[in-house]
């Protein structure tokens, strides 16, 4: 069983561990600051959420740590960086993920 949202995690849901690795598609995207990455870990992991531009080079590192099982959610300001097509890659394991962002200006 697979559990996804398409908003926030409320009530008996919040407590809910998810049966397998997953990265979710940041919202909002496209973005203008600020986006959240919403991820699941199944069991406490060491789970590493990496930033990367257009070119494929690393521009930040939003998680690198050891992480309980659940849903979790991440926030990242890219108030610093030129508009532009941006990746999100997570890595857990032999699991790896990574989706596209858009940062418009």
């Not at 397998?20 to 995207?29: H, I, V």
């Not at 870990?41 to 998680?63: A, C, D, F, M, W």
């Amino acid at each position: 069983m697979r559990l996804t949202f398409s908003g926030q995690i409320i009530g008996a849901m919040a407590t809910a561990i998810p049966d397998e690795f997953g990265l979710s598609q940041n919202y909002p995207n496209p973005f203008n600051p600020t986006t959240a990455i919403r991820y699941q870990v199944p069991e406490t992991s060491h789970i590493k959420l990496q930033v990367y531009n257009g070119l494929g080079q690393r521009v930040g590192t939003l998680v690198d740590s050891l992480v309980d099982a659940g849903y979790h959610s991440v926030l990242w300001d890219a108030k610093n960086m030129a508009s532009g097509i941006y990746f999100i890659r997570m890595e857990a394991g032999s699991f790896m993920e990574i989706r596209k962002m858009a940062l418009v200006r």
